[in-house]
């Protein structure tokens, strides 16, 4: 044999076939080993393992509740949502962020400014696996784009969003606010649960101050993930209970005339309807376009806004504080006569100034050679200080004061503007408390002509004026006119805390409003000019009131220095006199005189409400009714 | 002795008939061909849901299982005495292809596996010796009475840890462990004492804490620890464990159904096709589905053994042993390693996992098999 040795063939087998049974055992106790190991994962322990198994899989999902949009009176719409597509990462899914980001870069534009908000929210609190937006508003090349190279990329997605959008927003920044991403500090205010998955929030305005009306209640979805967190089915879902859409009281119609009233200038308007308290016209120009503050403006952008000279930002209606000037007059004679210091019939000799004592300091009226023997008609018609500073005086500061509050000075007595500043009414209290001084005669000189310490905003003396024109009747300025749904918008508005104001003889409001007419209407009324050839009767009252001072370390050229200096132009008033629809506060800034630059702009306004916009209408109606009549 | 072979093939087939079948003509047989046919089809089944529908990988799966059982075939063919004859010569080409790759081989992830020849395909030597290191020791130790001298199992040892060695250098720690564990195997079967058996784990328990600190690199170490305590870290090395276990623990008595395994398709299970395959079987059909892939596997494992048993000189009964053994090796690591028992060290489940050379080298050791049980010849009693 081959092998050369003597082998025991049979013996070799009998050792193989023992050595085969031992190896046989092996297997079968192993082989057993995997099925035990098999029958506890599967059968003993398998609710472990679905628990886990769906745990991977399934996840709760917040739902945003779409906003609910913003309409004016007649159903134009002033702030809506719009889908856009934006980029975002997941850090924690992404890997090396720079690495990341530079990949990124070399497939679409990122602009350094993206990238510079994207590391600073990145280095913001926020929850875990939440993703940070890198680029808003990707175009339809990106989109596809980031199709092809989707999996390159874990953790970065395009992602489509609700994000709100205002069509007018030129027109109705100021009026309306605007949201804007919600920061630190509103994260700590805010239900984490209802604002699982919103990234906006109202930052001002009607949108702040509706922010739970128009947020909604936030819905969930179950979804099957993969394990990069790619959404693959719904299973289940309850849905958000979107925002509901409201309606204001605000005319964009009307708005959108005040812009070009006060085109090319500063200043704001302030329109009033007396009946209802809603707020027609709320417009502080220059705008500015509030749909950049929605996603995040950019550096340059703000600074462009926040630095030009005509502060585009400021919101003149609500915030700006002006001494209200000569347009303080109506209510004054409310005073007066209420207070009994003066009458009717009571004439004054105004010689041009007011001495509070004979050889003392002479306070000027606005036409030096004086009004004369003047009534209060006429005080108010021709706007005759001397006359306001002889009752200012004889009523002192704190019967003004008195008398001052019930017309909202000094508080801000609307409902739902947010934002909406008190101005300064001041009293000896606060003159002791501020100043350490005490009131002097001429003070109330000063304040009897709404000067000196006295401010109000345009919204304050529109409030006021309304007032005037409802004849002391409260009702106060409001937004809000409806919820569209069941619910009525009184459910949200704030409680209405203002008695009317009533006095000793009620026709004295007739009275003090003759007087307003006549400055429309009388042969001598400042406003004349601007009430000629109208079709209807109004009310009115305009001022000038003084710039006092610039800034010391303010720069501006000669030119600018004189325009800046000049007084500011304002007009209250109201029409019709005796059924009045609208009320209206208008400022001009450094617009000169009253008479002459703010007037108009209070008669293009009732031009508009009473006559245009009716007119529109009922040629609208007539154009409906026509086309039915031809189709039919 | 033409003669003598056919008579012997009829005397094997009789209870089949009288004239020789038309198996023992293809030198083919049936039971364990049929068996595989139905592990391989059902395997498909499964991978065809492991790579998540992708009908691609299941035709590339089905052309390689094709060439594979065409090299059974052609294996099959061959006498036991070739491979006998041949195998000194096999093994020395092996250790030289083995050298090859430390010196001149490619391969990635920092390990050297590879070797490409001008004018061959790429291969694996380390794959090749799975099949040869059994043969030459089972040519060595059958050369002799059994069971073997002292002398003669150390012998049979270093032929088997030459290779071994060479291959823990490339590195590739598991191969090397497969490798060795199929001609350890052949020196088992061939009759080493009991007490040399227990003196071996002796030894091999005693070197384990010494591999762990100057052997095993960092790699494989992790892969210890993380079998340890998955939990310690859940999104890097235990992510596989936990997944696998989370996949087969959901399955269930009868799982969620061929293609409803949410663990693998929401792709939560890595390396679904290939290596944690069987994680992918257990989801879908549970308990019940491992029961049969197990009996399956078993009942594979039991005809091996007994064409072990049945073959006629010790050449064959020792390389069929060892071969059948290391088959079950591969299957009983694979699914220890996906259930959670063994470390996780990258064995491919025998013939369902998708993948290269694995399942060329599987269907060749069973191509030897049936060459063995189907090429007979007189014996001189």
Redesign the interface.
Known sequence: MAWGEFKDTAAERRLFQRRALVMLIFVIVLMSGLLVRMYQLQIVEHEIYTTLSDKNRVQVQSVPPPRGLVYDRNGILMAENRPVFSLTIVPERAGPIDETLARLAAIIDIEDEDLERFRKRLKEPRRPYQEIPLFYDLGEDDIAKMAVHRHEFPGVEVEAELVRYYPHSELTAHALGFVGRINREELQKIDPVNYAGTHYIGKSGIERFYEKVLHGRVGYQHVETNARGRILRVLERENPVPGEDIQLHLDLRLQKKAHELLEGRRGAIVAIEPATGGILALASVPGFDANKFVTGISVADYRGLSESIDKPLFNRALRGQYPPGSTIKPMMAVAALDSGVTTRERKIWDPGYYQLREGGRRYRDWKRSGHGWIDLKGSVAQSCDVYFYDVAVEMGVDTMHKYLSAFGFGEDATLDVAGALSGLLPSSDWKRAVRNEPWYPGDSVNMGIGQGFFLATPLQLATATALVANRGEWVEPRLLKDIRGDRSADEFLPKETHTPLTLKDNSDWEYVVDTMEEVMHGARGTARAAARGASYRMAGKTGTAQVFSLAQDEEYDAEEIRERLRDHALFVGFAPADNPQIAVAVIVENGGGGSSVAAPVGRGLFDAWLEEFPAAEAADMLGQSDHEGSTH | MAMGNKLLGSQVNAGLGRTRSIWSILHIDPILLALLLALVGGGLFVLYSGADRNIEVVKAQGIRLAVAFVVMFVFAQLDPAVFRRWSPWLYILGLAGLVAVLLVGVGAKGAQRWLALPGLPRFQPSEFMKLVVPMMAAWYL??????PTFGRVMAGLIIVLLPMFLIVQQPDLGTSLLVGMAGI?VV??A?MSWKLIVAFFGVVSVSAPLMWFFVMRDYQKQRVLTLLDPQSDPLGAGWNI??S?????????DGKGWLQG??SH???LPESHTDFIVAVL?EEF??VG??LL?TL??LI??RC?YI??TAQ??FG??LA?AL??TF?IYV?VN??MV?G?LPVVGVPLPLISYGGTSGVTLMSAFGVLMSIHTHRRM?T?
């Open positions: 059958s050369r002799y009475y059994l069971p195997f088992f079967f009759g936990i997944q276990k989370t996949a087969i623990g959901s399955g269930g008595m949410t663990q929401l792709e939560f257990a549970g308990f491992m029961l197990l596997y078993f494992i039991l053994l072990a048993v000189d010790s009964r020792l042993g059948t053994m079950f009983f699914i220890g259930s028992l014996i009693a």
